[in-house]
């Protein structure tokens, strides 16, 4: 560091040339990214035409639940769009994210200071008799204002690998509050649609119940006529309080998904109320030959893959640590004992001048810590994989489960027409005294059952269905791009 009274001369231009060829020169120390090879087969087992592509996460997902046509639950997940607190959070995140690499990147440019002040010191005359006679005359007053820039060049691409890995962390942060979006949105949905077979439950308790209370008038008067024992009114009293039981049993079960679908959208729960409606959402029909490309836009997906981009720059902002650090120092200013003539060319001052910081003996700090984040490296590369091994699994998992709903759904419709045949056919040989009431009950239960569960089935793959979409990282949209690509 060199310090002059004088005006700055010529000699910087040599200074600023080595300075340019320097940076020319540099380069960024460390491992360039390379996407992990990961372990995934042709295509998906379940489901003919579904192929592996390439990862493709910023194709657009689109409003996916409209899926559903359901004004209303359109409406709910709109809410959650805004006002979800989980997802406030992870956006709140994302933003802590984009300010670390805003700070990266403003580390790449010089930083300039300004600094004023009066300093008042005192320095002894010899004696002490003499200090304090003259105790006023060792006291001076000292007017300083320096303008400083200083500015550490990136030669081997430590601050450009910090930055580097500033944004893959942000990109991930931004991919963790798109998945944390996805599985909110997914389980509104689920909770949505849950609820209103349960309305449709509701419903078909209520109309079994009136038909059980006719069955009960009508077997008390068979026994005040004589036609009926006891015991057939104390089993029609019996299925019909059952069939109540059943009915309050489904308030708390129905007000459990409300409360939830309320804390969802962040509202309390005393302040949300979701009426009954008459009509359950049809089941989306799931096109054949979706790729599996859609699979990769799943934002979590997305997220480790960005992970281990952020891993691999932070090795080489820890092989950096081996060269020497250069810093560029220039200030100028002025310093004077008098106020009066502070600002003035005779108490002007000025230094410029490289620094280089090699740190020589650590006893292994530093290799230590490139072992760190390679090792960290290694890790975030076999979460990356599990990431995506987990998502084949849960879209492979789903999509089989929605093949056994749906031909168990066939199957358990066939059952149900023949319990409500077999129910007409007993409940007339009934009436016509022909059989005993006890052979209505057991047909009644059984039709009664087979309802209900038609229902239940309905029910897995309407929440099969939205579990696939958010496998899939939300929906088949852009599916026909895919196919023409």
Known sequence: MTHCPATPSLRLRPLAACLCALLLSGCAVGPDYQVPQLIATAQF???????????????????????????????????LNTSNQTVAQYEAQYRQAQALVRSSRASLFPTLNLTTGKNRSAQGTGSSSSSLSNNSSGIRDTYNAQLGVSWEADVWGKLRRGLEAGEANAEASEADLAAMRLSQQSELVQNYLQLRVIDEQKRLLE?????????????????RAGVSGPDAVAQARTQLKSTEADLIDLAWQRAQFENAIAVLMGMAPAEFNLAATDDIPPLPAIPVGVPSTLLERRPDIAAAERSVMAANANIGVAKAAYFPDLTLSLSGGYSSSSFSNWISLPNRFWSVGPQLALTLFDAGKRSAEVDRVEAVYDQTVAQYRQTVLTGFQEVENYMVQLKV?????????EALAAARES?????????????????????QATALSNERSVLNVLQSRLVASVQLIAALGGGWQGLESSRAQ
């Open 207 to 223: 109309a079994t119940l009136q038909a059980y209370q006719r069955s009960l008038k009508l077997t008390e008067n068979q026994y």
């Open 405 to 413: 709903y749906e031909q168990e759904a066939g199957v358990r419709d």
């Open 45 to 79: 087992k379940a489901t003919e035409g579904w192929r592996q592509a390439a990862p493709s996460d910023a194709l657009a997902r689109g409003a996916w639940w409209e899926i559903y046509q359901d004004p209303q639950l359109n409406q709910l997940v709109e809410r």
């Open 423 to 443: 129910l007409r056919l007993t409940d007339n040989q009934y009436k016509a005294g022909l059989i005993g009431y006890l052979d209505v009950v057991n047909v």
